[in-house]
């Protein structure tokens, strides 16, 4: 066996290994591997049947590692005021809002930077909008995320902001609860879409319904003083859960989608009518009668976008289609 070489006191240490022929047998040069002084490297001879790197201990290395800053150094720069103080004060706060990577205050003032038609960059609000209802809209924000534009519609180029939120089996008289709680967890938008009521047809005897829809369409107007209620007309069905009488069915679904509409445009709001729906053309429905199919869903999505882009830009009519 050989033996160990000293280290050298300057210049590099040098730790030697013979290296060998196919057959085992040792060559007579030697092969050399130059290693910084600096480091705490101790030459160890190279054994029989060993490798060489399984017989050298590494230890770090002199340098000193750059110090990264934490995350939560900077996490309060990624959130709006508002969220900062619910976070403070011991608020419920959804998670998903903090993924929103900005500092500027989530409010009407607050601008996104578009390129418009002549390439330039232009400046548009911000305009918030809340899509709110029963498995119809569920169903709907699914489809979109295959559909071109996603869930957003193709809408974000003119600074909208689509917030879906549905709810299976959700009824009208639940929707004003579910919006002030919605409000605990984001600003009050400028454009509330509600598209419900067909749950509560069958279940609900018609004059409370009536009733309920007059009141609470008022009270959300209160609520939201400053955003602008559209009322989706709800659809028409193939078939009802809770009713065998379909031609009564229709017609309690037309008396509440009249009332409503009159309510929300008395509060200065806007309505969407689905008029691709009248006769229940059998295509545009799923096999249950009640959910929409594919092209259904397409349709439904188009009247929602095309809708929130007129109001938006011209806004001239408060109905859409506009007649």
Request: overall charge positive; hydrophobic content about 35%; proline content about 5%.
């Amino acid at each position: 066996m050989p033996k160990r070489k000293p280290s050298q006191p300057q210049g590099d240490v040098h730790v030697e290994v013979e290296p060998r022929t196919n057959h085992g047998k040792r060559k007579k040069d030697r092969a050399t591997m130059d290693v910084p002084q600096t480091s705490n490297l101790v030459p160890v001879e190279h054994a029989e049947g060993t490798n060489v790197l399984d017989s050298v201990s590494i230890e770090t290395v002199g340098v000193t590692p750059t110090p990264i800053n934490s995350i939560q150094f900077s996490l309060g720069h990624n959130v709006s005021e508002s969220l900062r103080m619910k976070i403070v004060e011991g608020k419920y706060v959804d998670l998903a809002l903090l993924l929103k990577n900005s500092n500027i205050e989530d409010t009407v003032s607050e601008r996104v930077l578009v390129v418009g038609n002549d390439g330039q960059m232009v400046k548009l609000n911000l305009t918030s909008v809340w899509i709110v209802g029963s498995s119809i809209i569920k169903h709907a924000a699914i489809e979109a995320r295959v559909r071109p534009g996603g869930t957003s519609l193709g809408l974000k180029s003119m600074g909208i902001e689509l917030w879906w939120q549905g709810y299976g089996g959700l009824k009208f008289v639940d929707v004003a609860k579910k919006l002030r709680y919605l409000a605990t967890l984001q600003d009050s938008p400028q454009f509330i879409v509600m598209h419900c009521g067909g749950n509560d047809l069958g279940q609900i005897p018609l004059s409370k319904l009536l009733y309920r829809v007059k009141w609470d369409i008022r009270l959300m107007a209160s609520v939201f003083p400053d955003c602008q209620l559209v009322w989706s007309f709800i659809l028409p069905r193939i078939t009802w859960r809770y009713s065998q009488r379909p031609r009564c069915m229709e017609q309690a679904r037309n008396r509440v989608n009249r009332l409503a509409a009159k309510e929300v445009l008395a509060c200065g709001g806007r309505i969407i009518r689905h008029p691709q729906f009248i006769g229940k053309p059998q295509n545009l429905y799923s096999s249950d009668g009640v959910h929409l199919s594919k092209l259904g869903n397409y349709l439904f999505l188009n009247n929602i976008q095309g809708a929130l882009e007129y109001f938006v830009r011209d806004g001239s009519s408060r109905h859409f289609p506009v007649s």
